[in-house]
């Protein structure tokens, strides 16, 4: 019995991981917008490598890493619905690892000079 349900799960995960693949940004986007309970889940598998070389470049290694690439994905599906053009969502995803990464290095390197913060 416990073997059965392992390759169940292996075989879940591999249709996932193809039905990920296949889904183009476009369909991934509209998807998203039409409230696919998946679709998220998609979207963050594709894009947190992205969304953490942006953070990264930003601001080395470290923790902050990981907090902006939730603050990333938080407020992408936040502002989902501003989305012109399904096709561009990967732009979409970096122009918001860049805003929220640059706030961040802006925010440090002001506690730096001991500037007071927002």
Same mark, same amino acid.
């Given at each position: 019995?416990?073997?059965?349900?392992?390759?169940?799960?292996?075989?879940?995960?591999?249709?996932?991981?193809?039905?990920?693949?296949?889904?183009?940004?476009?369909?991934?986007?509209?998807?998203? +917008?039409?409230?696919? %309970?998946?679709? !998220? *889940?998609?979207?963050?598998?594709?894009?947190? #490598?992205?969304? /953490?070389?942006?953070?990264?470049?930003?601001?080395?290694?470290?923790?902050?890493?990981?907090?902006?690439?939730?603050?990333?994905?938080?407020?992408?599906?936040?502002?989902?619905?501003? +989305?012109?053009?399904? %096709?561009?969502? !990967? *732009?979409?995803?970096?122009?918001?690892?860049? #805003?929220?990464? /640059?706030?961040?290095?802006?925010?440090?390197?002001?506690?730096?000079?001991?500037?007071?913060?927002?």
């Amino acid at each position: 019995m416990g073997i059965l349900i392992y390759v169940v799960r292996a075989r879940l995960r591999e249709s996932n991981h193809v039905m990920e693949a296949a889904q183009t940004d476009a369909a991934l986007a509209l998807s998203v +917008l039409a409230g696919d %309970a998946h679709a !998220p *889940g998609v979207t963050w598998n594709r894009y947190v #490598r992205l969304v /953490r070389q942006i953070a990264g470049r930003w601001l080395g290694s470290g923790p902050e890493v990981e907090d902006v690439t939730q603050e990333v994905f938080f407020r992408l599906f936040n502002r989902f619905a501003t +989305l012109r053009n399904p %096709a561009a969502l !990967p *732009g979409f995803v970096a122009g918001f690892a860049i #805003r929220v990464a /640059r706030s961040e290095h802006r925010r440090r390197r002001a506690a730096r000079r001991g500037v007071p913060g927002p």
